[in-house]
């Protein structure tokens, strides 16, 4: 297991902004907290969304802007549902590393 989580500085702080609104296995809502314009510069809706959608188990998302928030369908066997909380709050599990270190690899290259 990693020392901690592979984010980078921009992840972390998208990942500070985000609270889970609702969620039930296979089906996430995601809220923004802040205001769109405080989002780290190089992070746009349409990047976020286009890295979620590369990442195996994410099978739909669907985003209000008006409401700031995201839901994510996706595939409970392939993403545990623990692995969200651990995401936002920076946890260390193999499952949350490896979708932090995919995420920061897709956005990178958005």
């Not at 809220?31 to 990047?47: G, L, M």
């Not at 996706?74 to 490896?98: F, V």
């Amino acid at each position: 297991m990693p020392a901690s989580p592979p984010f980078d500085e921009t992840l972390r702080a998208l990942t500070a902004q985000i609270t889970i609104a609702h969620h039930l296995p296979g089906r996430i809502r995601l809220k923004q907290r802040t205001a769109v314009e405080t989002t780290p510069a190089r992070f746009s809706a349409d990047t976020l969304i286009a890295a979620l959608k590369a990442i195996p188990g994410i099978t739909n998302i669907s985003l209000n802007r008006l409401a700031r928030s995201m839901t994510i369908v996706y595939d409970h066997d392939a993403i545990p549902p623990q692995t969200w909380p651990d995401l936002l709050s920076g946890g260390r599990t193999p499952e949350t590393c490896a979708l932090a270190a995919r995420l920061t690899s897709l956005l990178a290259r958005g």
